[in-house]
């Protein structure tokens, strides 16, 4: 038997330091993931950077503050006019809400003109407490609307509060989930009960780890924290941590094949799967920190948040796992063990690459070897039809009230709203426009098209409307003036965005400087902004990534031809996602950034299975020539690859359990893009078109010079045994 003396500090003390230093992080970092709604915020406002236009409206609507509060829309309706009677209810009401103190002064009952519905406004203070607040609201409004009414609590408090309590699944019900899918996959992968756990104790070690960084981060104010990123980062961090612990694993297995000392396979181990690891999880750092270039704030934050679990889940999947396959060896199979095998053991009936290849690797490697060019004419052509569908792709962002995919009150109010009152109601368009030009802007935003109604402010947020005893002069900052603009349309609907272009348009007319901002045009700038960044990254992305390519393969060609084939494969899922999403699930659209996200974690992750792939084939061709070493080193990989594909596609989907649209459709992109990543690209394609072009393939690398004699040779031997 192959032995070999290992010093006791080697075989024992390092495992056992690494297993404990891991503890230690796990056990400050675990409780940490309760804290990040500490360093966390929703706020659609804080997405966007700092020049768009409804931020400088913001900063100067700030100024006329008085108080950090949001407002709450308390709306009640029924089928008939109210009566006298249930007019006066309705007023008691007004007392009751202002008793609970939430905020300032209450506004109504303000009643609509089909006389079927009153709106009340309620600030509420601005705090962590904002979705408890609003829970209070609807414990008093609902119970006391008069008998056959019907309340609701809506506006941009109510949406807030039900947006966080959307969110709520995250720390919990998302990570049970995704932990639970991997679990079952790994279980069916080894046919062991040890193995799975030690592999997943990485995974839930290295995302502990992730979140002290990530909160630190936060904390310090270097990133911004939010729930979107939240969940990215625990699925990305189980994901990539696992992938890459099966990567290890199935070079340790096959090292322990070859030697009984389990400290010398696991060194082995390390040393084989350490550049391929490295240099997926480089990949995927840097293409992740490319969002920093992104002008939205929710993306550029995404980048050092997704980075910094990346890097977590390497460092766990190249110390802790290796310290526990140390520790356990052989036993870390249990019940099937890997078997030694006598030196110089292979299968002499297999030639030209398809040595020790069993069922379905072998039958692929003979069809990729016997028909290359078919196989990858024809993948192409079924991507390319796949990607069609992304013309059907609605991606241009979707009302906000669409967003939450679960039973919304603040949404049902939306909708109440929107048939008794101007549906811009609660959450009004907002124009800061200098002192000497406020009229001439009001006329302006008065005859504006979808504008319903507009009034100056005076000090305290209260309208001048005129009447007898209402205030006559409007609030002035460093010679600005506000004026609330009550559009006509839903303010989260493409209706009111448009109103929304033509009243900036209108007003500059007059003034110049003027600043239109509020709830639809932040919608609208983070949009805009969304696309900018799409158009931008992408390419720095591909750039980044191509390099990376390089450097690994020492060639041109191949990463040219990987890098069009993740391409290829994005446009493919896209196109399916845009039919799923309009044909299936019916959604009114897509979120800006769900192409921006998509592509960068499709074709992250993609490189990350053709990194694995590639540097096994060029490992097996130094060897064996091309050829065969294509063939080898589909086969070697092809279970573990396939393994960790389904492993990413399964904790990908999971985020789909959080009934938020933006998670769900990325859940979908993701996991179908990584399957069909993992099935067709990587599978057929790649190894397909890398085996049509031979040695050209590492070209201008010596491999890529002359002609695969030992490829050849292999061929001509398999063509004897009828291979």
């Not at 997926?280 to 939205?296: H, K, M, R």
């Not at 003034?511 to 509020?518: I, K, T």
Request: net charge negative; proline share 5%; glycine share 10%.
């Amino acid at each position: 038997m192959r032995t070999q003396k290992v010093p006791f500090w080697l075989r024992w003390l390092v495992p056992v330091v690494l297993v404990i230093t891991w503890l230690g992080i796990a056990g400050v970092g675990g409780p940490t993931f309760g804290r990040l709604e500490e360093v966390s915020s929703n706020d659609q406002t804080s997405f966007l950077p700092a020049g768009a236009e409804a931020t400088e409206a913001g900063d100067w609507q700030a100024k006329f503050r008085e108080s950090e509060e949001v407002p709450a829309v308390v709306i009640v309706e029924g089928d008939a006019a109210f009566t006298p009677a249930q007019l006066g209810e309705a007023a008691q009401l007004k007392a009751d809400i202002e008793a609970l103190k939430l905020g300032s002064a209450v506004v109504g009952p303000i009643p609509s003109e089909d006389g079927k519905a009153v709106q009340f406004i309620v600030p509420l203070a601005e705090s962590d407490e904002l979705r408890e607040a609003v829970q209070e609201l609807r414990d008093i409004v609902q119970p006391g609307a008069p008998d056959g009414m019907r309340a609701y609590v809506t506006g941009p408090a109510g949406l807030t509060a039900d947006l966080v309590n959307a969110f709520g699944g995250i720390d919990g019900i998302l990570l049970l989930v995704a932990l639970g899918a991997v679990f079952v996959i790994l279980l069916l992968v080894y046919r062991s009960l040890v193995l799975p756990i030690a592999v997943l104790l990485t995974s839930v070690f290295a995302l502990c780890a992730a979140i002290l960084l990530v909160f630190g981060m936060a904390k310090a104010g270097w990133i911004q924290l939010n729930g979107q990123s939240q969940g990215i980062l625990s699925i990305l961090v189980i994901g990539a941590a696992t992938d890459y612990a099966l990567l290890y694993v199935a070079r340790f297995r096959e090292a322990l094949t070859h030697t009984t000392n389990r400290t010398q396979a696991v060194l082995t181990a390390w040393k084989a799967s350490f550049e391929p690891i490295l240099a997926s999880g480089a990949t995927v750092i840097i293409a992740l920190l490319c969002l920093l270039f992104s002008d939205l704030n929710s993306n550029k934050a995404l980048g050092p948040v997704a980075a910094a679990g990346i890097v977590c889940s390497l460092f766990a999947a190249l110390t802790l796992l290796p310290a526990f396959m140390a520790l356990l060896g052989r036993a870390a199979f249990w019940p099937f063990r890997p078997k030694l095998l006598p030196d110089g053991e292979r299968e002499p009936e297999l030639a030209a690459g398809l040595e020790g290849q069993k069922g379905l690797w072998r039958a692929t490697g003979r069809l990729v070897a016997r028909r290359p060019r078919v196989v990858w004419v024809a993948s192409v052509l079924l991507l390319l039809v796949a990607s069609a569908g992304v013309l059907q792709l609605k991606a241009n962002g979707v009302p906000q009230t669409d967003v939450i995919l679960s039973a919304s009150d603040a949404v049902d109010g939306q909708d109440a709203l929107a048939r008794h009152f101007d549906a811009g109601s609660g959450s009004p368009a907002v124009v800061v426009a200098s002192e000497a030009d406020a009229q001439q802007v009001l006329e302006k935003v008065k005859a504006a098209d979808g504008v319903g109604d507009a009034y100056l402010l005076a000090e305290g947020n209260v309208p001048i409307t005129g009447a007898p005893g209402a205030p006559a002069d409007p609030a002035v900052r460093d010679g600005k003036v506000l004026i609330n603009a009550t559009l006509n349309s839903a303010a989260d609907s493409t209706e009111a965005e448009e109103a929304v272009k033509a009243l900036r348009v209108s007003v500059k007319e007059v003034d110049g400087g003027a600043l239109v901002g509020g709830v639809t045009a932040t919608a609208l700038d983070t949009n805009t902004t969304a696309q900018r960044d799409l158009v931008v990254i992408i390419p720095i992305v591909l750039v980044v990534i191509l390099i990376i390519l390089m450097l690994l393969l020492r060639s041109v060609v191949a990463p040219v031809l990987l890098v069009l084939s993740v391409v290829l494969s994005y446009g493919a899922a896209m196109g399916v996602s845009a039919w799923v999403f309009n044909g299936i699930f019916g959604f009114s659209g897509a979120d800006a950034t769900v192409p921006l996200f998509g592509f960068v974690f499709l074709v992250a992750l993609g490189v990350d299975y053709n990194i694995f792939l590639m540097s096994r084939v060029r490992e097996e061709s130094l060897k064996h020539g091309t050829r065969a070493g294509i063939l080898r080193g589909l086969g070697v990989t092809g279970g573990v690859i396939t393994s960790a594909g389904v492993v990413l596609a399964a904790t990908f989907a999971a985020l789909g359990v959080i009934p938020i649209m933006f998670l769900a459709q990325l859940a979908f992109i993701v996991a179908f893009g990584v399957l069909l990543d993992t099935v067709l690209v990587r599978s057929l394609l790649v190894p397909a078109l890398a085996y049509d072009i031979g040695n050209r393939i590492w070209w201008p690398g010596k491999m890529g010079r002359g002609s695969d004699d030992r490829a050849r040779r292999r061929e001509e031997e398999a063509a004897t045994v009828g291979i």
